[in-house]
Structures are given as C-alpha cells and as structure tokens.
C-alpha cells in the first residue's frame, strides 16, 4: 500500500518541525505549506534532520487558492492547521493580520479541504488563551471561554469554524485544545525561550539583566515533542472530536526563572528586571488544563515535567550561545 500524505500548514515553526519528523518516522509523505520569506526560516527542520525530507508547497493561509493548490498537490489524506500569528503581544499591535491570518486561514483550510477532499482528516491548532479569563479553575472541553487577546479571539473563530464543517458538511474535524508548550525549537519572542537564552548569555558574560512584564502569570507548561503526538493521535480515532491537551501543573513566570537560572548555579533576583513595556494591555492570569478525556480517548499523556523541559532549553542554549562568532 503506498504511504499516507499529510499536509502541514505552519511546517516552519515549532510544532510544525516537531509534527514533520514524527509523521516522517511513522512513514508518512509530508508536505509542508511554505510562505515565502526573506529570510531563512527552515532551522528547525534542518535542526531535527528532515529539511530534505519534507516536501515544500508554496502558499500563504490568506491564499485560497494556493491552499486548494497544495491539497491537490500533496493528495493529503490528513491535514494540520499549524499556521498562525501565534504570538500573543504582537495580537495587539496587528489584529487585522491576527484575525486573517490565524481565523480566516484556519477557514480558508477548512474550506480548500472540502473542495478537494472532504474526506481529508484535519486537525486545528486551537489553545487555552481561548479559556482568558477562567471561568473554572481546571480548564476542560466543557469550560467556557472568554478569550482576552485578539488572538484568542482569532482562534476560538477558528475553533468554531471546525466544529461547523464536522457539523454541517460532516467532515473528519478535530481541534486540539493545547496549552502552552515549549522546546529548544520556540520562538525567541516566547517568555520561555526568552528566560533560557538570557540564562545562556548572562552565564556566559553575553548579557547583564533580563527584562520581562508580568512575572506573576502562570502557565501549564509541557514539552512540544509530546504533544505533536496528540494531534496525530486525535486525526487516528473513528469520530472527530475536541480535546484539551495539557500536563496538569501550572507555575508562575517567576518560578520557571528560578529552575532556568538555578540550572546554571545563578540567583534570577539578581538578573531579572521588571520592565512595564512587557506587560499586556489585558492579561491572562492563570492556566490550568485538565487533559482527563485525551487520557482516556487517545491514551495521550504529558511525559515531561517544567524542570526536565526548562533544563533541557537552557542546555541547548548554552551550547548555541557557545558557538556563537
Ligand atoms: P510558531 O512557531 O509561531 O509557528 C507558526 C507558523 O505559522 C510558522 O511556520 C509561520 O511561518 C506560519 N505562518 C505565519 N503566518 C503565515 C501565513 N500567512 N501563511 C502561512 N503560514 C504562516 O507556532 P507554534 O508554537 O509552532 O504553534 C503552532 C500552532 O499551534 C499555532 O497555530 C499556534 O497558534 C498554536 N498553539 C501553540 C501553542 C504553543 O504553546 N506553542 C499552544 C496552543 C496553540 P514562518 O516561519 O514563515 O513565519
Ligand atoms: O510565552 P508567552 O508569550 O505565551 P502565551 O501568551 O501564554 O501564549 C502562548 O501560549 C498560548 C497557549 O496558551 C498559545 F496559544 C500562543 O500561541 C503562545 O504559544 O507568555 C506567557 C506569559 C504571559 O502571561 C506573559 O504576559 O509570560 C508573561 N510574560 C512576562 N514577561 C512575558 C514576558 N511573555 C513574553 N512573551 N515576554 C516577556 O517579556
């Protein structure tokens, strides 16, 4: 039997990479929706081996038609809405492109997979910044939302919009509902990888203070490894469903600093610098999933805990940081 397609929108970041080389090693054919940028922006599948593996469709998620192009292309029995304006802060700054790019795309998938393959399995990237401002102090499938960023707003459109296609035109649609997850592959902008790079550079005498907004939130952290292996897993099961995917814990920006800089021997009191720029025009206090129905339904669980994870970024920055010119 020949393998399975799939196609990935959002293949050049963080999940996407991640999604890439899992899909690869089970022996699917992956095709990866590639926007064209000025700059390189395929580190991190060249970082985990697959760059020459995957292959590379040219099309951005405003184009309908370059979609319709790349389902046709890669004949994709499963596709993954990766693609977004994923940060939070530029939200703000950029909600018109937040709200096209991250809601309309998402529709604009939904759309190119009913045109070419309604039989297609699909799966979008929804999150717990749809949960905002919490209305249950463990967030699951039933708790209500109220998004408290353009983006979260952005993507709970999104999300609706793939509970209407398997709804209206029965299609095989499934939203992942994840809270935050992390790696060495994250976005620089992200606070994790902002924290465990600053640790990098101020151990390494590179930098001398570190300038973070509101180190009092706190986020369900997990690692990105595990849970590209939720996805999947969701896109594998009979009917299409919604799942929140999370580890359970929740910590405060402030005690995932002190796990960065305690790894390398330093007190982060000394170094880190409360700069108002970095707060939010409306924050997200506290997230806290509660992952029982992926348990269940999918058999999924979270195999890393915050100091596994932030110890493991903070290594790989210190050994990117080293071999710096
Ligand atoms: P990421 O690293 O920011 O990656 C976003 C991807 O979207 C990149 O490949 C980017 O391409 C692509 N993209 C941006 N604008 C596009 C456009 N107009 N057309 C086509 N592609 C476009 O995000 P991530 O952390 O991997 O997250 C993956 C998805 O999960 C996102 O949808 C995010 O919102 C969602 N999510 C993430 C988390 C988390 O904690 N990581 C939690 C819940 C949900 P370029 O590289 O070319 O810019
Ligand atoms: O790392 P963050 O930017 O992640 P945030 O806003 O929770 O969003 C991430 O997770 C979502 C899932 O819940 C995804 F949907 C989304 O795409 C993205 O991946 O900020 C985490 C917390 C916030 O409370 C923020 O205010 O850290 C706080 N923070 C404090 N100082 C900072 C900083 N965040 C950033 N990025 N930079 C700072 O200097």
Redesign the pocket.
């Known amino acids: 039997m020949a393998n399975k397609s799939a196609l990935i929108?959002?293949?050049?970041?963080?999940?996407?990479a991640y999604l890439a080389k899992l899909l690869i090693d089970k022996g699917y054919n992956v095709f990866g929706?590639h926007?064209r940028?000025s700059t390189n922006?395929l580190w991190r599948l060249q970082h985990l081996g697959v760059e020459s593996t995957v292959q590379l469709v040219e099309g951005?998620?405003?184009d309908l038609s370059s979609l319709i192009r790349a389902m046709e292309k890669s004949q994709a029995c499963e596709v993954y809405n990766?693609?977004?304006?994923?940060f939070v802060g530029t939200s703000w700054d950029q909600p018109v492109l937040t709200a096209q790019?991250?809601g309309v795309?998402a529709l604009n998938v939904l759309e190119a997979v009913r045109i070419v393959n309604a039989k297609a399995r699909f799966y979008q990237?929804s999150?717990?910044e749809m949960f905002g401002l919490i209305q249950e102090e463990k967030q699951s499938e039933e708790t209500p939302f109220y998004p408290r960023s353009p983006y979260g707003i952005a993507?709970l459109y999104a999300h609706w919009m793939t509970i209407n296609y398997r709804e209206s035109h029965g299609m095989h649609a499934s939203s992942g509902i994840?809270?935050?997850?992390e790696s060495p592959l994250r976005?620089i902008e992200f606070v994790t990888r902002k924290v465990t790079d600053a640790v990098a550079r101020i151990k390494q005498g590179k930098q001398h203070e570190l300038r973070l907004g509101n180190i009092d939130s706190k986020r369900d952290w997990g690692f990105?490894g595990d849970y590209v292996e939720a996805m999947w897993l969701m896109l594998q099961q009979d009917l299409a469903d919604d799942f929140v995917v999370a580890t359970g814990q929740t910590t405060t920006v402030r005690d995932m600093c002190r796990i960065a800089f305690e790894h390398v021997g330093l007190d982060h009191d000394k170094f880190v610098v409360i700069d108002p720029k970095f707060y939010r025009p409306a924050e997200v206090d506290v997230l806290l999933g509660n992952p029982a129905k992926a348990i269940n339904k999918l058999g999924w669980r979270a195999t890393t805990d915050l100091t596994t994870l932030i110890t493991m970024m903070v290594d790989a920055d210190m050994k990117r940081v080293s071999q710096e010119v």
């Open positions: 929108t959002g293949i050049t970041g963080q999940d996407g929706l926007a940028r922006t951005d998620l405003m990766l693609g977004a304006q994923s790019v991250t795309g990237a999150t717990s993507k994840l809270f935050n997850h976005g990105a």
